[in-house]
């Protein structure tokens, strides 16, 4: 919910400066002014999370535990 908020909170703060520039005459180019907007802001919550850590696997142990497998579930 703190996350939604946040997004929520980014999408406003953006939202009333782009309206000062808006030229759209329809209903639906506003809604698609605010669903651009909300999806860049979402965006970058995304960029700004934590990248995730690989591990790297020893190829010995990968090779041994597979071989292992083989010996209970020869064919899994």
Do not use: N
Not at 26 to 54: F, G, N, Q, Y
């Amino acid at each position: 919910p703190e996350v939604v908020e946040d997004v929520l909170q980014d999408f406003w703060k953006s939202l009333f400066p782009a309206l000062r520039l808006f030229r759209g005459d329809t209903e639906e180019e506003a809604l698609s002014l605010c669903r651009e907007i909300a999806r860049r802001r979402a965006i970058d919550w995304i960029r700004k999370l934590p990248k995730l850590k690989t591990v790297s696997l020893d190829t010995e142990e990968i090779r041994e535990a597979v071989e292992a497998s083989a010996q209970t579930m020869p064919f899994a």
